[in-house]
């Protein structure tokens, strides 16, 4: 009986996906991207081509996180952004004495999305009659990385 309860819990948490896009997509596709400066960060962006405007995106959870989307500007493009730690700036005090390590940062843990999705998988959030509604979009391509070039040499 225990067992039975639980599996019905667990179905009335999940999302349920509209089977109707929200409004007309193009091509979906993700890209990594890495500063040239050492510490400068890298990430990886994911943009979403959309035909208008009539509804509002607000979020897209893809590969196991979530991020709010922006709009490119003079543009129909709204882009996802997710920060990765590799070429991260690496503040961490390292001592004998645990209180030189105090101010040194917890790794933030990844909060568990809502859905289970492949690598090439996303899913949108919209608001529709002030209900969230979601949509899963297939097929995102993954685009070669963009390694933005090293500052110029300072020529003094």
């Not at 208008?52 to 709204?78: C, P, W």
């Not at 004998?96 to 289970?116: C, H, L, R, V």
Request: net charge neutral.
């Amino acid at each position: 009986m225990l067992v039975l309860m639980a599996s019905f819990s667990q179905c009335s948490s999940a999302q349920k996906l509209q089977k109707e896009a929200p409004v007309p997509f193009g091509e979906v596709y993700c890209q990594n991207w890495n500063a040239g400066v050492q510490g400068g960060g890298s990430g990886l962006n994911i943009y979403i081509p959309i035909g208008d405007h009539t509804i509002a995106l607000d979020s897209v959870y893809f590969r196991g996180r979530v991020s709010k989307l922006e709009m490119k500007q003079n543009s129909q493009l709204l882009v996802g952004s997710f920060r990765t730690d590799n070429n991260s700036p690496k503040d961490i005090v390292m001592s004998s004495d645990s209180k030189e390590e105090y101010a040194n940062q917890i790794p933030g843990e990844m909060t568990p999305i809502p859905f289970e999705l492949k690598d090439d998988e996303c899913v949108v959030s919209y608001k529709q009659n002030n209900k969230t509604l979601y949509y899963k979009i297939l097929n995102v391509k993954q685009k070669e990385p963009l390694n933005y070039p090293s500052a110029p040499p300072n020529k003094n």
